[in-house]
């Protein structure tokens, strides 16, 4: 992959190539941004640059920007995710093909053919139907660890560098971490860590202070609807309406794009949920629960980030921003149910739905968890507070 292919984050290429037109590499780098900002993309695009064999330097007499070449036979190696000095380590578990000793090897082909259909883009529910992970989370273990110990401790095949690419390295068994905390801290020579993670509340320290940061922003607006604009044949309104619906992150918009059945999924189920904790019927919330839990631990997460979304609408409903920028189904719902959530009430709603959110995480038991989250929902949509 080459810069040129990644939309936006022109800033982070420009001090991406000025570190390698200078000679100081860092040995370890954490690309830290929000999903479907690129940053395993500009990861890979660095990794291509760095073992370019005929790198291209700034021109600006012709305007031609700094990149690797994408034509020599380490670029063409990248391009495939197949270069033997490119290495990835990512979450995983084991799964109805693999039940024991699971580890990143096991899935190497399925990893890059996900990096090929999705160029890079994707979110880690995808990654884990991929692999079909169903109902487990996906951890970076012990057997990860020693892998990149062994690997790491090979001298290099054909490129100047080994690089090491660990995608949402927050999945980083604790247990597991102390294996490579000296080979991050002191690798082997002209060897390269590029870590990947989207929330660095959940990084170990000990992992972070070993890093320089390369904190990558979410997309502009403007980038998102010329990228779709290239990849989709579709109207000026409604590539605006998926713009206003992502914001921000290219993985939501293209989602958006090719699944639009999740995003009314969830408007409905949140919808009908949100009714039957008004109505306050134990009954009714269980029979919704049962019929709801059955859908996985992910589209339960993704239900929960929905609902945040919607919390967001009531508070902007509010602040008297009625125009907002969902569909008319959306908005009657926000206006007819905004007067239940006060603005004294908001924060008590989205810290519940983002503790659900990590919850499920943490392989909390799903039932229990939105029975709990229904009865206190029920309560607060009772207070007059």
């Known amino acids: 992959m080459r810069f040129s292919e990644i939309p936006g984050q022109a800033e ?4 991406l190539i000025q570190a390698v037109q200078s000679g100081r590499i860092p040995h ?20 291509q640059f760095i073992n370019c064999k005929s790198k291209i330097y700034f021109q600006s007499e012709n305007e031609i920007p700094a990149d ?4 020599c036979p380490s670029c063409l ?7 033997p000095d490119l290495h990835f380590i990512f979450p995983n578990n084991t799964n109805k093909q693999i039940n024991k000793n699971n580890s990143s090897a096991n899935f190497q082909n399925e990893w890059r053919e996900i990096l090929r259909e999705t160029q890079t883009y994707f979110s880690a529910s995808q990654w884990y139907d991929k692999i079909n992970l169903e109902n487990k989370q996906g951890i970076i273990n012990a057997r990860d660890c020693e892998e990149i110990i062994r690997i790491l401790s090979l001298k290099s095949y054909e490129a100047e560098f080994k690089i090491m690419i660990i995608w949402k390295v927050e999945k980083l068994f604790y247990a597991a971490a102390p294996k490579i905390l000296k080979i991050l801290e002191e690798p082997t020579d002209k060897t390269i860590f590029l870590l990947i993670s989207e929330d660095q509340d959940q990084i170990l320290h000990t992992i972070l202070s070993r890093s320089q940061l390369v904190k990558v922003p979410k997309l502009k607006d403007y980038v998102i609807v010329e990228y779709l604009k290239n990849r989709y044949s579709a109207d ?3 590539i605006q309406k998926v713009v206003n619906l992502a914001n921000g992150n290219l993985v939501e918009a293209i989602r958006i794009f090719e699944q639009n059945e999740d995003e009314t999924f969830n408007f409905i189920t949140f919808r009908q949920w949100m ?4 109505s306050a019927k134990i009954s009714e919330i269980d029979q919704f629960i049962s019929k709801t839990t059955p859908i996985g631990r992910e589209k339960l997460k993704g239900l929960t980030v929905y609902g945040l979304k919607t919390i967001r ?12 920028k969902i569909d008319n ?17 908001i924060d008590w709603f989205s810290c519940e739905l983002e503790s659900a959110y990590q919850q499920l995480e943490r392989n909390a038991n799903p039932s229990v968890l939105m029975m709990d989250i229904s009865i206190k929902f029920s309560r607060w949509l009772k207070m007059t507070a």
Do not use: M, V, W
């Not at 982070?12 to 001090?15: A, C, D, E, N, S």
């Not at 009714?275 to 008004?278: A, V």
């Not at 189904?329 to 009430?345: A, R, T």
């Open 12 to 15: 982070i290429k420009t001090k």
């Open 28 to 47: 370890a780098q954490l690309f830290l941004g929000p999903e479907g900002c690129g940053n395993l993309a500009l990861a890979i695009a660095y990794a």
């Open 68 to 71: 690797s070449c994408g034509l």
């Open 77 to 83: 190696k990248f391009e495939k995710y197949a270069h």
């Open 236 to 238: 000026d309104n409604q």
């Open 275 to 278: 009714r039957h904790c008004y």
């Open 313 to 324: 609408n009531i508070l902007l409903y509010h602040y008297g921003q009625e125009t907002l």
């Open 329 to 345: 189904e959306e908005l009657d719902f926000i206006q007819k149910f905004s007067p239940f959530i006060s603005i004294g009430k």
